[in-house]
Nanobody
C-alpha cells in the first residue's frame, strides 16, 4: 500500500506564491510516475502536472505553464509543486497522485487565492 500526504496549502493573495509538498510512504523511484491534480469548487478534478522520472522534464497543463513547477527529492520520497504568480482561478483542493500497478491519491490540501 502506498500512502501520500500533501501539505503546504493555505490562503494567499493573487500574485503570491506557495509550495506544496507530497510525502510518499515508499521509495518514489519505484513508482512509474507522480502527478498533481486540483479540483475547484463545483468543477471536475483536473490534471496540473506530471513527473515521471528525474531525467524527464515535467509536463503541465497550459493554464499553469510558466507559473508552476514540479520537482522531486528522491532521498526524502517527496515531490513538490511550486506555484508562482497565483491567480484566483488557481483556488481549489490540490491532490498528489502516484501510480505503479494502480493509482494512489493523497487526501488533498486546500489552496485559496484571494483577489
Amino acid at each position: 500500500q502506498v500512502h501520500l500526504v500533501e501539505s503546504g496549502g493555505g490562503l494567499v493573495q493573487a500574485g503570491g506564491s506557495l509550495t506544496l509538498s507530497c510525502v510518499v510512504s515508499v521509495n518514489i523511484t519505484n513508482l512509474y510516475g507522480m502527478a498533481w491534480h486540483r479540483q475547484a469548487p463545483e468543477k471536475q478534478r483536473e490534471l496540473v502536472g506530471v513527473i515521471t522520472s528525474p531525467t524527464i522534464t515535467p509536463d503541465y497543463v497550459d493554464s499553469v505553464k510558466g507559473r508552476f513547477s514540479i520537482s522531486r527529492d528522491d532521498k526524502k520520497n517527496t515531490i513538490y509543486l511550486s506555484m508562482n504568480n497565483l491567480k484566483p482561478e488557481d483556488t481549489g483542493i490540490y491532490y498528489c497522485q502516484g501510480w505503479v500497478k494502480q493509482l494512489y491519491w493523497g487526501q488533498g490540501t486546500q489552496v485559496t487565492v484571494s483577489s
